[in-house]
């Protein structure tokens, strides 16, 4: 069973709102860079995956080669491989396309998992447009999979609840986070391997870009309004706080 994981590395999402700053619509490079919080959710899923079925687990990424060392995490929770594919493009149409040619010089995939959105770019698109252009299935919004009977059973959180799906072929599964697939600590001895793990690196092929253009990247302005509100007995200051959240149709 061969699982690949598409997996980016982003700037620091951690970094407060106060602190962050922007340069030609872009994360100043003065911050640090890991691997986006959803992707090492969908490392999480593929390592128990493999660990439970037995597999081969990939960890495919189109960035910058100085990503490398970054991506060596994905390898010392337990992936077997890294591919990267040397780039830096944001177009979410030529991302696909790269990460699709690395998935078919792999050869025969069972299925492919992926964060359900970047922790930079925030679009949560690329995972449909890799399954399309694979013509795999796409299943989003995925906190476990599990195999029953040759069929695989996708575990998918919607606005209404949780909805179980059986999926017949083969497919790309877009994981969000849950308490099942928080992201291991890996060993040291894992982290000494990981650093010595070869790795395959491919150069990107030229794509034509989609037809969107991007106006503008900003940081939102955020304005905080402090109300007090002068009463002293705990009673009538719980009644008279309602009474303003009710005005402002906050309830």
């Not at 079925?53 to 992936?79: C, F, H, T, V």
């Not at 609840?161 to 999926?167: A, L």
């Not at 304005?223 to 706080?241: G, H, Q, T, Y």
Request: proline letters at 6%; one cysteine or more; hydrophobic letters at 40%.
């Amino acid at each position: 069973m061969n699982i690949v994981v598409c997996a980016k590395v982003v700037p620091d999402y951690e970094v407060p709102a106060s602190d962050f700053e922007l340069v030609n619509g872009r994360a100043h490079k003065r911050f640090t860079r890991m691997i986006g919080l959803y992707d090492e959710n969908a490392v999480e899923v593929g390592v128990q995956l493999k660990e439970k079925y037995n597999g081969n687990l990939i960890i495919i990424s189109y960035g910058r080669e100085e990503d490398i060392p970054i991506l060596r995490k994905a390898i010392a929770m337990g992936g077997d491989k890294l591919i990267i594919i040397i780039g830096n493009s944001d177009d979410p149409y030529i991302i696909s396309e790269n990460l699709k040619m690395g998935i078919e010089r792999i050869g025969d995939v069972d299925f492919v998992l992926a964060g359900r959105q970047s922790a930079d770019m925030d679009r949560g698109i690329v995972p449909g447009i890799l399954a399309g252009m694979l013509n795999y299935t796409f299943v989003p919004q995925v906190t476990q999979i599990e195999l029953i009977n040759g069929l695989w059973k996708a575990i998918q959180v919607t606005e209404k609840g949780i909805r179980e799906i059986k999926v017949s072929k083969k497919a790309v599964f877009s994981i969000t986070d849950d308490p099942g697939n928080i992201p291991r600590i890996p060993p040291v001895r894992r982290i000494l391997a990981a650093k010595k793990m070869p790795v395959e690196k491919l150069n990107e092929i030229q794509v034509p870009p989609m037809q969107i253009e991007e106006i503008s990247v900003d940081i939102p302005k955020i304005e905080i309004e402090c109300e007090f509100l002068s009463v002293e007995d705990p009673k009538e200051a719980a009644r008279a706080l309602l009474n303003r959240l009710k005005e402002e149709r906050y309830l």
